[in-house]
């Protein structure tokens, strides 16, 4: 199986352990297991990708140096980005003069 993660990262794109893990068709950990196994010998973390609230590995068959893991938001980052996604759910302009505006230019 480490073969066909080997051929798999070879590709030179990044992958995520789950992402590997459909692509050879095998079980999630198992891949986890061996990434981590063989981290800083055959596979690095080329990358990082948001999965939900959590950071993820992306992983690259390269002997380099790790990526290093994203710092985590502030607490005004989180709150603007909470804000987005409540402004998108309700259809909210972004602008809250908007309505004010075109009532004034009708």
């Known amino acids: 199986m480490l073969a066909a993660i080997e051929a798999t990262l070879a590709d030179d794109v990044p ?3 789950q992402q590997i893990a459909d692509h050879i068709g095998v ?3 198992s891949v986890a297991k061996l990434t981590r196994k063989f981290h800083g010998k055959k596979f690095r973390i080329a990358g990082w ?3 939900g609230d959590r950071w993820v ?3 690259d068959a390269a002997k380099l140096l790790d ?3 994203p710092p985590p938001q502030t607490s005004t980052q989180s ?3 909470w804000r987005a996604r409540g402004r998108v759910r309700t259809g909210c302009p972004a ?3 908007a309505t004010l505006i075109k009532q004034v230019t009708a």
């Open 15 to 17: 992958m995520t352990n």
């Open 27 to 29: 079980d999630k950990s």
């Open 49 to 51: 990708s948001r999965i």
């Open 57 to 59: 590995m992306r992983w």
């Open 67 to 69: 990526v290093p893991k």
């Open 79 to 81: 709150h603007n980005a």
């Open 95 to 97: 602008n809250h003069f």
